[in-house]
Every structure is written in C-alpha cells, then in structure tokens.
C-alpha cells in the first residue's frame, strides 16, 4: 500500500511554503511503472487533481494552481514531495498521494487511481 507521511505539521501559516511527503511501502519502486499523484479535497468539494510526477520524472502540474505547486521525487527513499507556494485559507484541505498505472491528467474520479494515501488534513490559518 502507499503510505503518506506530512513532512510538517497539519497548520500552515497564509503566505508559507506547505510542503507534504510521500513515503512509498516496499511494494513499489519510484521509477518503476507508475504515475505519482497529488490530490486534494476541501471540506464538502470533490476531488482536486493538483499534479503528477512519473517513474521516468516527467512532471504535469493543475493550471489551476497557477505554478504554485511542484512536485519532486527521492529515489534513495522511494519518495515524492510536493510544495504549494504561497497558501491562502483555500489551500485547507486534506491531501492524499495516490498511484494510477495510466497518466491521469485533471481527474478527480478516485475510481481511476489505484493506490491511495490515507490523506493528511492541512489547515492554513493565521
């Protein structure tokens, strides 16, 4: 399974930097096979696709996020990252990694991703 571990506490302060990791279980290697998602969920709104990385390191980003977010991978600890720049209060939601075997771009039909994260809950608050 894909396990998700916050790289920093749940509250983020407006304007910083939240940054999230996701920590891989021994059954998969980060370049092998699969895409690596991000994706997020406000309280009460669907499923947002925020980007991907793949297992050859080819990034696509949500235009939405309007170039605020990256997404990186660390292959000596079978991991992917992502940064959100400049948070604002919209930014609060709960956040998952997840795995497709296809390259899924804007979906937010969980149906589509094979593997998920249990989901970490970021608030940004002053």
């Known amino acids: 399974h894909v396990q998700l571990q916050a790289s920093r506490p749940g509250l983020v302060k407006p304007s910083q930097t939240l940054s999230l990791t996701c920590t891989l279980s021994?059954?998969?290697?980060?370049?092998?096979?699969?895409?690596w998602n991000w994706i997020r969920q406000p309280a009460g709104k669907e499923l947002e696709w925020m980007g991907v990385?793949?297992?050859?390191?080819?990034?696509y980003n949500s235009p939405s996020l309007k170039s605020r977010n990256s997404i990186a991978r660390d292959t000596s600890n079978n991991q992917f990252t992502l940064q959100l720049v400049s948070v604002t209060p919209e930014d609060t939601a709960v956040y998952y990694c997840?795995?497709?075997?296809?390259?899924?771009?804007?979906?937010?039909?969980?149906?589509?991703?094979?593997?998920w994260g249990q989901g970490t809950q970021v608030t940004v608050s002053s």
């Open positions: 997840a795995a497709s075997k296809r390259l899924i771009l804007g979906e937010s039909n969980k149906y589509l991703y094979d593997y």
């Open positions: 021994a059954a998969f290697i980060i370049t092998v096979y699969y895409y």
């Open positions: 990385i793949s297992y050859s390191c080819s990034t």
